[in-house]
């Protein structure tokens, strides 16, 4: 024993001797501190050892089978029932080496078995993978918590780019259109972005003058890279004026300062459309969105609008057509991402007809939010929305 190896690392890592043997605990003990272990503790048996691992903290435990009171077979099944110490290595040592032995071990949830007598150095070295491979299953636990919570803070950020309820309280005021929104990333982050501005007009010149514009986008791809580019969206869209501005215009505008911004191959659909209420119409303009719905009270179903345009990022010199939608007092209008269109039905999509039938089903629901709900309710149980879902629902008041 005196030429083992020390193990480089092990310093402040904690193994568990359970034997029921005096003599074979303080030769492993041995062992082990040649072999560069420091941090030992010493159960007599499996109640003594589950006793103290809450206070001691084992990295590893050495287990023997054979003991008195809770043998190691038992011991292990009651460590696997404990959340805390799921994961734990446990290395058996024991003189029992028939195959069944070993397969009821690891049954029990043993994670490696070495038969008696030991080898000192064949032990060392298993003590040494298993320490490793718990720090690097520590290591990566630290990562990911520290991930989480970076996605989790980067999340809110995200939620806070759009519109808070006490924000969509004094648009309701101000301009007689109340929104129910969802915004549901299809990953911890996502690609989907909405916001609105209400122009109450220069004083004097009357409701007719009072306008709101809202506008909803869907950047390629997922997570964190789709994110960052709501970020730029939004600070793009915080520096304009859109005073006056037409929606064709204002597209136009955010369409070539993002062609400088995106990388090449990311792109955005845009949909971006003005409230006239003194013409009881939706005026808007579409970079490849998906097709606005409105409807009014009355009616049997949604009408269907174009949406046909160039996505944003593409070509700097691309121009948007500008279309209206009627948009009379009580009237509805609902926009949406593609997640909500793009589940699979079959051996095809739900697609904007196949969303229309659902709308229509609850054309009489007079609460924007259980609209909204009853209407989520009814696309997840067609099938796994796989993509950001953003939906909002606009109604001007009667």
């Not at 402040?12 to 029921?20: F, G, M, N, Y």
């Not at 071990?105 to 994670?111: E, K, L, M, N």
């Amino acid at each position: 024993m005196n030429n083992l190896p020390q193990v480089p690392g092990l310093e402040t890592a904690r193994v568990l001797v359970v034997d029921d043997n005096r003599v074979n605990r303080h030769l492993l003990q041995a062992l082990l501190e040649r072999g560069g272990v420091t941090r030992i503790a010493m159960a007599e048996d499996g109640n003594d050892a589950l006793a103290r691992l809450d206070d001691f903290r084992p990295d590893l435990i050495l287990l023997d089978l054979m003991m008195p009171n809770l043998d190691g077979f038992e011991m292990c099944r009651r460590l696997r029932a404990l959340p805390a110490w799921k994961d734990l290595p446990v290395l058996v040592q024991s003189s029992l080496n028939r195959a069944e032995d070993r397969a009821k071990a690891f049954a029990a949830g043993a994670t490696d078995y070495v038969t008696k007598p030991i080898n000192a150095v064949e032990l060392l070295a298993r003590v040494r993978i298993h320490l490793q491979n718990r720090a690097l299953l520590h290591d990566l636990q630290r990562f990911r918590e520290r991930t989480e919570s970076e996605l989790s803070l980067a999340r809110k950020m995200q939620e806070r780019l759009m519109p808070s309820p006490e924000r969509l309280a004094e648009v309701e005021a101000a301009a007689g259109v109340g929104i129910a929104a969802h915004f549901a990333p299809s990953s911890e982050l996502g690609g989907d972005f909405w916001d609105l501005r209400h122009d109450a007009g220069e004083p004097g010149q009357g409701q007719g003058q009072s306008r709101t514009m809202l506008y909803m986008v869907d950047f390629s791809g997922h997570g964190v890279g789709a994110a960052l580019n709501t970020f730029r969206l939004h600070a793009i869209c915080q520096q304009m004026d859109l005073s006056g501005l037409t929606p064709g215009a204002f597209l136009s505008t955010v369409n070539r300062r993002l062609c400088a911004l995106l990388p090449n191959g990311q792109f955005a659909t845009m949909l971006a459309g003005v409230v006239e209420p003194a013409e009881n119409r939706f005026v808007y303009a579409s970079a490849g969105s998906t097709r606005p719905m409105v409807w009014a009270p009355g009616d049997a179903e949604p009408l269907l609008g174009d949406s046909a345009g160039l996505p944003l990022g593409l070509l700097a010199s691309a121009e948007y057509e500008e279309r209206s939608l009627p948009l009379p007092p009580g009237g509805r209008l609902f926009l949406y991402s593609d997640g909500a269109i793009e589940i699979p039905v079959g051996s095809d999509v739900l697609d904007e007809p196949g969303l229309a039938a659902l709308v229509t089903e609850r054309l009489e629901e007079a609460d924007g939010a259980r609209f909204l709900d009853g209407l989520l309710k009814r696309l997840r149980a067609i099938g796994p929305i796989d993509d950001d879902l953003t939906a909002l629902l606009l109604t001007r008041k009667g």
